[in-house]
């Protein structure tokens, strides 16, 4: 546990808890049962920002939709440009993401945004054994790429 000031006492770590048994049940749906899923999980977001503004990760100079050259997605509420922004931002924060749930807290919709970034820090630590928030000493996997890294899965 990394922390400048611990404010009462430590708290120990919880055992034998399957941290990923709800993207286990995502990941045994068929992609068109997955696709519905995330829609329908994202179909009442106003799009405020609220999971954006409060995420210690988006701390970019200009958020990717605030981007007008180009333009990654509109402004409105469209369902594929809501879509688009839960998904860009969960991949933005990939192997980054603590998992904090400070997104989560501020929806004013309730929206379960960490549904999207669960599925990514399980995938980078089984295929980077990399948990976020574990060590200063190793930069995120995502944020190492290198121009000779193996790229046979691109085709």
Known sequence: MIYDELLGERVPEQERMDRYEDVR???AMDADERSKYFQDLVASCI???ACR???PLCYCPTCFVDESRPQWLGKSIDPTDTFTFHL???FHCAGRC???GACERVC???IKVRQFTKKLEKDVLELYDHE???TTETRPPLDVYQPDDPGDFIE
């Open 132 to 134: 976020a928030g574990m």
């Open 47 to 49: 799009r405020c920002y």
């Open 98 to 100: 603590t998992d904090c």
């Open 108 to 110: 004013p919709m309730d």
């Open 88 to 90: 860009l931002r969960a």
């Open 53 to 55: 503004d409060v995420c």
């Open 25 to 27: 049940k995502l990941e």
